[in-house]
């Protein structure tokens, strides 16, 4: 093993390309819109961005303007929209690096025609809708005719409302009657969009679980993001769909040590050695992005051996009692990673903890380097 300090998130373009490519197949009628949002999901957006592209995405998908601002400046120039936006977004930026955005209410296309005509240029937008997750989008309803009304009024030399989207709230569970209920309601504001005179050519709804489980459900675009990064969005496992895991973090071990039968370990010794034993310690800590849900719950593997991280997660390390297993400074303790060589997966890991992948792999921390392979 190579030295390193640090933790390490690795990640493979290859796979993200590879995966990319098998939702555009999942969903043949449909263009795909990769979401990159925060960070790329941890993995780092502009090498994600870009892997997402070579495997194919026409679309990617970012919450704010800033973000798509920052995929500009790196040199993407396909079509990018931003959704987190609202009557105080920084609409000129969108208009002038040619971003379309999200709009739920009037003020909100009020602003982009204002920033479209003192730019010059000309704003793209894409209707948000509140199909039932009740979140963000204009319910069916007055909200939805007002919103249509104040779009129709709009100046198409300005703004170009071409997009209607909504967001599911039981997508990862496919047969979820509340499934079939916001896909009517979709279908009925896209209608009612178009009755009111809107040239809408993008209906969007799906993310990664609704495009590879519901075809009924891929309209015009799908919104996959995690399974961009091959992790499953439902609770199978996602190699059933073909998706590979893009990322593998791990941190080396700094110390190894001999504890007696008894001895507690780190703070408020959460954890007793049952036998004389070894501990590692290994150089990932809250501050990396390991959750303190963790301690004395969360697989890892060191040496082809599976341990539990023992007592509690501190700041900047774990330890893990090994037993008689062999080990020496410097190995290497993986977290998760593909599940290739036995290690756990991101699923695996984040059940332990208590949580959501997707929740384990955004929050992973700046100190722990990322590292690409492929691509
Ligand atoms: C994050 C997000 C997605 C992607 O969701 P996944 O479950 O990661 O596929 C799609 N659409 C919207 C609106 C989102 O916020």
């Not at 982009?112 to 948000?128: D, F, K, P, Y």
Request: aromatic share 6%; glycine share 12%.
């Amino acid at each position: 093993m190579s030295a390193f300090d640090n933790a390490t998130v690795s990640v493979s373009l290859d796979a993200i390309a590879h995966n990319t490519a098998l939702l555009a197949r999942h969903a043949p009628t449909a263009q795909v819109m990769a979401v990159v949002k925060a960070d790329g999901y941890g993995h780092g957006l502009i090498p994600s961005a870009r892997a997402a592209r070579a495997g194919g995405a026409q679309w990617l998908g970012v919450v704010g303007i800033d973000e798509a601002a920052a995929l500009r400046a790196a040199g993407d120039t396909g079509s990018i929209l931003a959704w987190r936006t609202g009557a105080q977004s920084d609409f000129a930026t969108a208009v002038s690096l040619d971003v379309a955005v999200s709009a739920a209410a009037p003020e909100a296309l009020e602003a982009i025609a204002a920033a479209a005509r003192a730019a010059g240029g000309r704003a793209s937008v894409h209707l948000a809708l509140d199909s039932g997750l009740g979140r963000e989008g204009a319910p069916l309803g007055e909200q939805w005719d007002v919103l249509l009304a104040a779009a129709a009024s709009l100046d198409t030399a300005l703004v170009d409302v071409c997009g209607v989207w909504s967001h599911l709230a039981f997508a990862d569970d496919p047969h979820h009657p509340t499934i079939d209920a916001q896909r009517a309601a979709f279908i009925a504001g896209a209608e009612q969009a178009q009755s009111v005179g809107l040239d809408i050519r993008l209906r969007h709804l799906a993310n990664s679980a609704a495009t590879l489980t519901r075809p009924d459900l891929h309209f015009d675009l799908v919104r996959p993001g995690l399974a961009v990064y091959g992790v499953s969005p439902i609770p199978a496992d996602g190699a059933a769909f073909g998706l590979r895991p893009a990322m593998t973090f791990r941190a080396p071990v700094f110390a190894v040590k001999q504890l007696p039968a008894g001895h507690g370990i780190g703070y408020g010794h959460t954890y007793h050695a049952t036998h004389d034993t070894t501990v590692v310690v290994a150089a990932a800590g809250y501050a990396e992005g390991v959750p303190r849900s963790a301690g004395n719950s969360a697989p890892v593997q060191i040496n082809g051996g599976r341990f539990t991280i023992s007592g509690r997660v501190s700041m900047d390390q774990v330890s893990i009692d090994i037993g008689a297993h062999p080990v020496a400074v410097g190995d290497v303790v993986t977290f998760f990673g593909p599940g290739d060589s036995g290690e756990p997966t991101v699923e695996e890991f984040a059940r332990a903890c208590g949580t959501i992948s997707y929740e384990i792999i955004t929050r992973l921390g700046a100190r722990a380097a990322r590292v690409y392979v492929g691509g």
